[in-house]
C-alpha cells in the first residue's frame, strides 16, 4: 500500500484565497473531482493528504494558481481544467504555457493555453511548413496569426499572406455582385477578424493598403513566389490535392507556412481533400511539422469542447 503524502502550503500574503477556490468553490470542487487526495482549505493555508504522486500535482497546480493570483490574473475554471490536463500528461508545466507570451495587445498576453497548443507554437517555430488539424476551437488559425504578427513585428519577415479557398464559389468569383472585395469578403471575414484582434483597426488597414499584409482566396496565390513572408493557408480541408501543392510551392526565400484545417468539415463538392492526402505525402520530411489538435484543445467555451467530444464518440460509433 502506497503511503499517504501531507503537505501544506500557504498563499502568499497579496492572494485571495476565494479567487484561487473560486466563485462557489467551483475550481476547489473541480480540483477535488480530479485528485486523489484530500485538499482542505483553512484561511489563507491548504492542507494537501494522499497518493504522493496526486499530492506532488496537487502542489505544482496550487503553486501556480496562487502565481497568477499574485500577478493579478484571476484563475478561471476552463483555465484549471487545462492545467490538470497538463499534470495528468506530465507534458509541460502549467507555468511553461503561461511564461510562453507570443504577443501582448492592449495589455492582453497571447499565449498556447493546452498541450497540444504548445506542441503546435513549437512546430512553427522549429519548421518551415506546419499543417494543424483539428476542430473548431482548438486555436489553430488564431495562434497561426499571433505567430505572423509577433514575427512580423520582430522583423523577421518583410510581410503576412493569408489566404483560403473558396469553396462554395468554386474559385470562379465572376458571377456574383459588387467589386471584387465585396465578392470575396464573405469567405475571408475571419482572418480579417483574428487580425483585428491582434492590431488596431486603423494600423492594420494602412498595411493591409501598403500590402505588408495581404489577405487573398486561394485561387490569387497560382503563379506567385512569396519571399520573406508569413503565410497563413487557413480551412484547408476545402483544398483540392493541386491547390495544396500550388500552395505549398509558393514558398520563396525566408518564407514560413503554416497550413489550417478541420477535415471532420470538409465542404468540397466532389474528390479528396488535399489536407487528408498531403501527410501521405509529406509526413516525415525534415522541416515539416503534422500537429493534431483535438477536443481536449478547445478554449473557446467550455460547451464546445463537450460537443467536440460528442460527435467524435459519434463517429466512432459510426
Do not use: W
Amino acid at each position: 500500500m502506497t503511503d499517504l503524502m501531507q503537505t501544506t502550503l500557504a498563499a502568499p500574503p497579496s492572494v485571495d484565497m476565494a479567487c484561487v477556490v473560486g466563485a462557489h468553490d467551483e475550481i476547489l470542487h473541480q480540483m477535488e473531482e480530479a485528485f486523489d487526495a484530500r485538499i482542505t482549505v483553512r484561511g489563507d493555508t491548504v492542507a494537501l493528504a494522499g497518493d504522493p504522486i496526486e499530492v506532488q500535482q496537487l502542489t505544482a497546480l496550487l503553486t501556480d494558481l496562487f502565481r497568477q493570483a499574485e500577478s493579478g490574473q484571476a484563475p478561471d475554471v476552463d483555465s484549471v481544467r487545462h492545467s490538470i490536463e497538463l499534470l495528468r500528461h506530465a507534458e509541460f508545466a502549467p507555468s511553461a504555457l503561461r511564461d510562453d507570451v507570443l504577443l501582448s495587445y492592449r495589455s492582453r498576453a497571447i499565449r498556447p493555453r493546452t498541450a497540444g497548443q504548445k506542441h503546435y507554437v513549437d512546430a512553427i517555430r522549429e519548421n518551415t511548413v506546419t499543417f494543424a488539424i483539428g476542430p473548431a476551437g482548438t486555436g489553430k488559425t488564431y495562434l497561426a496569426m499571433a505567430m505572423a504578427v509577433a514575427a512580423l513585428k520582430r522583423k523577421e519577415v518583410g510581410r503576412i499572406v493569408l489566404s483560403r479557398p473558396i469553396v462554395e464559389a468554386g474559385e470562379n468569383l465572376g458571377f456574383l455582385p459588387g467589386t471584387l472585395f465585396e465578392k470575396v469578403d464573405p469567405y475571408i471575414r475571419p482572418l480579417y477578424d483574428a487580425l483585428y484582434s491582434m492590431f488596431d483597426m486603423e494600423r492594420a488597414a494602412a498595411l493591409i493598403e501598403t500590402g505588408v499584409i495581404e489577405v487573398a482566396p486561394l485561387a490569387f496565390m497560382r503563379g506567385r513566389t512569396l519571399n520573406d513572408a508569413f503565410i497563413i493557408l487557413d480551412e484547408a480541408q476545402n483544398t483540392t490535392p493541386e491547390q495544396m501543392k500550388m500552395a505549398l510551392t509558393r514558398l520563396g526565400n525566408g518564407a514560413k507556412i503554416v497550413v489550417t484545417g478541420d477535415i471532420s468539415q470538409i465542404d468540397l463538392p466532389r474528390g479528396q481533400s488535399g489536407l487528408v492526402q498531403v501527410r501521405s505525402i509529406l509526413e516525415g520530411i525534415d522541416d515539416i511539422a503534422f500537429c493534431d489538435l483535438s477536443g481536449k484543445d478547445v478554449v473557446r467555451h467550455s460547451l464546445v469542447a463537450t460537443i467536440v467530444a460528442a460527435y467524435e464518440r459519434a463517429d466512432r460509433k459510426a
